[in-house]
């Protein structure tokens, strides 16, 4: 196995679980490529044990576990224990890469890389070391060693002096290497070393201290499958999260205590008093609140309302009444004058026998003014399909807060959509992504009925395959509809079309999958963009993790800083940063949704589809899933007026978009569910 020339030997000592164990450790400090640190690289061999003196038993040691260092070339030194008194999860670091090694393997080697602080810092994210170095192929594991807000201080005489233990002790994250070849281990840890600068360049920590701040979050999630990671990211950002939402939610079970400070029972009905409430909740609480924030669709403009009359950090509520209603949303746009709205099926009627208007011309989009997840949003191709499309969207809040009854009428825009996401700070772009939303049910030219037309979301695909002339056509346009709709900091979620753009979605009969193309006819308009929708807040969890596994950027966590105020720009600022070389892999969100409604029979289609394809559902196909159904779940298909996604994936290729394609047709081929009848 080849070395650098630079490294160091020493005899490690293992005392874990009444049992002692020896190791020969190789070990070498890389030139400093960050500005706050160095990486230590340590590769360890079993040893055999010492004739001298470390094979003496040390009978003061219990089943306490602990780590000695000793002089390889000394034989008459004792064996020093290293001090992790103040960071004890380094231990149990480098104690579970040391139990990788069989002890019926000698020639097998562990290696891992620490990083090691040589400026004093605070830290802003205490788990970004694992956040960034996830799907890393090189990473068995990614441990941090730090506590959120920490105050850590530089290790740079032990450095210096080559102070094997106290490096150690000081280091303030660790990586393993994923097991290669011996031969190669050095190899890979100067790829590895690459990798640590490509994803670790950037804002997790900071030269000034950080307090602890409390944050009123409106309206948990569902469950904790399809949220757990934003929790996860308050707590590592050092926030005291406090969840109001209504009287027996999840969250207000007390295992799960470490994710939020506390857990006040409100009416969070979004109603003309939801404001109201929220400001007597939180001023009720008996604590200091630093912000509030939601990000629940009809409880935005509320939330908005209720941080302004605290003096909270917030856009205009006014922004959201816009953002929230697409007929008010349409009207800013360059084409409002293609639209119209109707609020009930009257009017619908009114304007078809209307001779002074202009005919209408199909196909058209019908969708609620209020609404999100793509419900009841329907293309409709002629008179008829219209009505039903317009009395579906107008019943959508029937038995809701919504006073809005309204739905608005549109053109069907059949250029390539895309998600376009947004991190502004003062109107500036900090961070913005463009991803392939691939064609749904509703794209087809068939006659079914309007019901089951839908745009529920079937693949979104990271790192788009527009042109780059129509990819800075969005990024301008839809920029310039966020600010022109009274908006200046936060993450939004934008959705749109490029109209006469120069590819479509083809579907390919070799492959079964769709291919963006060269248009088989060229078109004589220039291409435009369509704003769909703006969606003033971070896309849903599985588009949201989609970003944070590709480019390492966490839309909640951004957004829950910007909630603090000004005092966290710099955080904010920092953290929006992305990998320095762009997306680590092909990616896409897989969605799985029913044909039909009905009531699940299948135990856990998701669980049964890992067991039975164990080559299909693995860490380097998939980074996240969210199969919430379980057996006796009804479930709600495109008739309905909801949602309808039995099951969501993020799903990742370093081969190919081919590859990444033919994966998500695999995981609908086998996920398996049977439904009863309603």
Not at 133 to 148: G, I, T
Not at 158 to 184: H, K, T
Not at 343 to 372: E, F, M
Not at 585 to 612: F, N
């Amino acid at each position: 196995m080849s070395v650098p020339k630079s490294n160091r030997a020493q005899g490690l000592l293992l005392h874990h679980e009444g049992r002692k164990t020896f190791f020969h450790c190789q070990w070498s400090v890389n030139p400093a490529k960050l500005s706050y640190g160095v990486s230590v690289d340590l590769v360890f061999k079993r040893a055999l044990q010492p004739s001298t003196p470390a094979e003496q038993p040390l009978s003061h040691l219990d089943r306490t576990t602990s780590l000695w260092h000793y002089d390889l070339e000394n034989n008459s030194a004792s064996p020093e224990r290293i001090a992790f008194d103040g960071s004890p999860s380094v231990l149990d670091f480098l104690t579970s890469a040391l139990g990788c090694l069989p002890e019926n393997h000698p020639e097998d080697v562990a290696a891992v890389k620490l990083l090691v602080p040589t400026v004093d810092m605070y830290v802003s994210r205490s788990d970004a070391i694992e956040m960034r170095m996830k799907d890393c192929v090189l990473v068995e594991q990614a441990r941090s060693f730090v506590e959120p807000l920490q105050h850590i201080k530089a290790a740079t005489h032990s450095i210096e002096v080559n102070d094997f233990a106290a490096i150690c002790a000081g280091s303030i994250g660790g990586v393993q290497l994923r097991s290669y070849d011996p031969g190669e281990t050095w190899l890979q840890l100067g790829n590895l070393e690459e990798q640590f600068v490509n994803r670790l360049s950037y804002g997790w920590l900071s030269s000034r201290p950080l307090a602890r701040k409390r944050l009123a979050f409106i309206q948990g999630r569902a469950d904790a499958e399809g949220s757990i990671e934003m929790w996860r990211s308050a707590k590592a950002l050092g926030i005291a999260l406090v969840v109001f939402d209504a009287q027996g939610h999840w969250l207000q079970d007390p295992k799960w205590s470490d994710l939020r400070e506390a857990f006040v029972p409100m009416d969070i009905t979004p109603d003309q008093e939801l404001p109201a409430r929220i400001v007597q909740a939180v001023r009720s609480y008996g604590k200091p609140f630093h912000g509030i924030m939601t990000v629940s669709d009809a409880r935005l403009s509320a939330a908005a309302r209720a941080a302004q009359q605290m003096s909270f950090a917030t856009n205009p509520a006014d922004a959201y009444d816009i953002a929230g209603d697409k007929y008010l949303t349409r009207k800013l746009e360059p084409s409002a004058s293609e639209s119209f709205q109707c609020t009930d099926v009257g009017q619908a009627h009114d304007r078809l026998k209307n001779a002074s208007l202009p005919s209408l011309r199909y196909p058209l989009i019908v969708k609620p003014c209020t609404g999100w997840g793509s419900e009841c949003v329907t293309r409709v191709d002629d008179d008829d399909m219209l009505i039903e499309a317009v009395a579906k969207a107008c019943s959508r809040h029937d038995n809701s807060a919504f006073a809005s009854t309204g739905c608005v009428v549109e053109p069907y825009i059949s250029g390539p959509e895309f998600d376009a996401n947004f991190v502004l700070l003062n109107g500036d772009v900090l961070f913005f992504e463009i991803a392939d939303d691939y064609p749904s049910r509703g794209d087809s030219r068939s006659t079914e009925l309007a019901a089951n037309c839908d745009f529920l979301e079937t693949q979104v695909v990271s790192s788009a395959g527009l042109p780059v002339q129509e990819q800075a056509m969005i990024r301008d346009h839809i920029h310039a509809s966020i600010i022109r709709q009274g908006f200046h900091s936060g993450v939004y979620h934008c959705e749109g079309r490029v109209r006469d753009s120069t590819v479509e979605f083809r579907l390919n009969p070799s492959t079964g999958h769709f291919d963006l193309t060269p248009r088989a006819t060229k078109g004589t308009e220039k291409p435009s963009v369509y704003l769909v929708e703006n969606n003033a807040r971070p896309p849903g969890y599985m588009v949201a993790n989609l970003t944070a596994v590709t480019y390492g950027v966490d839309y909640f966590a951004l957004q829950m800083l910007f909630a603090l105020g000004a005092e966290e720009q710099d955080r904010f600022r920092g953290l929006a940063m992305p990998f320095r070389d762009g997306a680590q892999y092909y990616s896409m969100v897989q969605y799985v949704s029913p044909t039909h409604s009905g009531v699940l029979v299948t135990e856990d289609p998701g669980k049964e589809m890992a067991a039975r394809c164990p080559d299909l559902v693995h860490r380097d196909n998939i980074a996240v899933s969210w199969s919430p159904k379980r057996k006796g779940d009804r479930v709600y298909g495109p008739e309905s007026k909801e949602t309808a996604w039995l099951s969501r994936y993020v799903l990742t290729s370093r081969q190919s978009l081919d590859h990444l394609l033919e994966l998500g047709d695999r995981i609908v081929r086998e996920y398996k569910y049977e439904l009863d009848t309603i």
